[in-house]
């Protein structure tokens, strides 16, 4: 059967560029960075590598110290941060790249030991589940429970929103094209949203729109530090991971939506991972402006969804980590490199920088263009 794959290498207007495809790199923890956080050499070249694909989204970037979640992840609070960051947007823009960098603040997830011993905080002082989300593919991240955050202050809260509008000023200034905001996979400002993590009664919580208020407030503080152009928001509506739970997550993130909407932001970035609702047929509709699908999407279901409508561009993960050219693979319908799970979160060259582009592939190692993403479990339940 022959597959129309057409609709992935269209131009798109986003925000203040325009991607040369419908291809997008997903954000994904990597964890190659020093221990205070900045980007390393390796980082730039494993982004420098992956540059032709329409836009690059980065791993998560703590925007403050209490935001970051695991040892080798990287910030952008400081000026070494901001100049580690500089290296990595002039290496993808030379290559002819865009690229936007995810800021994610883990609040109640953050690891007392990452703190000096400083106790995490969150909306509300509801512990993570100890029992659960213990990663087991090699991620430096301390083989313990999760501990009782403290409940964040109102002046606390205002000086996260602060630090969130800070790290946008010095994503510009850096070079970036632009900055997603994190508000989902169960991070600070899905915390905000979501019933179970957010027991305020106060200007920050109980009604929807007292929830997502924090989230909104963030928006609002980067789009006046930089623009609407630069600013973006991805969600995981309902996803459970870390521990998060909403009692009404169709209530929750159509309001969000309608909301972003309304502030005309570069894009919204959508994940259904794995809801029994209809994610991106609710909450599609609800946003005017250019909408990221992400998931397990393959090259064929990609430009499916871009066909019909839905999507405008498609985010891919697993497969950008083990093809830094997969925009040329999927153009040619050339064979892709084996993933190694295994080396996700190590933190060297070894399935980072040394998966070959396809000249210099060995023909029987690679898989079918068009095969599913593999699940992988990446925690222990």
């Known amino acids: 059967m022959t597959i129309d794959t057409a609709p992935l290498f269209q131009p798109l207007k986003l925000g203040n560029i325009v991607m040369a495809n419908r291809m997008a790199m997903a954000p994904m923890t990597r964890q190659r960075a020093y221990l205070d956080g900045t980007p390393t050499a390796v980082v730039v070249e494993h982004y420098r590598q992956r540059a032709s694909a329409g836009l690059i989204i980065t791993e998560g970037i703590a ?30 823009h030379e290559e002819g790249g865009h690229i936007f960098g995810q800021i994610m603040h883990s609040g109640r997830l953050t690891d007392e030991l990452q703190l000096n011993g400083e106790q995490p905080f969150g909306p509300s002082a509801v512990q993570p589940d100890p029992t659960a989300r213990h990663y087991t593919i090699n991620c430096p991240r301390a083989k313990r429970v999760y501990q009782r955050p403290r409940e964040m202050t109102h002046e606390e809260i205002l000086g996260e929103i602060d630090a969130f509008r800070d790290c946008a000023v010095r994503a510009q200034r850096a070079g970036l094209d ?9 991070y600070l400002p899905m915390q905000f949203l ?22 909104l407030a963030c928006v609002d503080a980067m789009i006046d530090a930089t623009s609407k152009e630069f600013v973006a928001v991805k969600f995981s509506p309902g996803w459970q991971f870390h521990n998060v739970f909403d009692d009404d997550p169709q209530a929750t993130y159509s309001y969000a939506t309608k909301e972003l909407s309304k502030r005309g932001i570069a894009y919204l970035q959508l994940g259904n991972y794995g809801m029994d609702w209809d ?3 609710t909450l599609r509709p609800l946003f ?3 909408v990221g699908y992400v998931a397990g999407f393959t090259r064929s279901t990609g430009a499916k969804a871009i066909a019909e409508g839905g999507a405008d561009f498609i985010c891919y993960g697993q497969n950008y980590i083990s093809n830094p050219d997969l925009a040329e693979r999927y153009k040619n ?7 190694d799970a295994d080396t996700y979160y190590t933190q060297g060259e070894e399935g980072y920088t040394d998966y070959p582009f396809y000249a210099d592939s060995n023909p029987d190692d690679l898989v079918d263009v ?9 925690y222990a339940d």
Do not use: C
Request: hydrophobic share 40%; charged share 20%; proline share 7%.
């Open 63 to 92: 925007p403050s110290q209490m935001g970051l979640a695991y040892l080798f992840a990287p910030g952008l609070w400081t000026d070494r941060h901001e100049a580690g960051w500089k290296m990595v947007a002039d290496a993808v």
């Open 178 to 186: 632009g900055v997603e905001i994190h508000a989902a996979s169960g």
């Open 333 to 339: 319908g050339w064979g892709l490199n084996k993933l």
């Open 370 to 378: 068009d095969q599913p993403p593999t699940p992988i479990k990446v």
């Open 279 to 281: 994610v991106y047929g």
């Open 194 to 215: 979501s019933t179970n993590t957010n027991l305020r009664e106060d200007e920050w919580g109980g009604t929807v729109e007292k929830r997502a208020a924090f989230l």
């Open 288 to 290: 005017d402006g250019p």
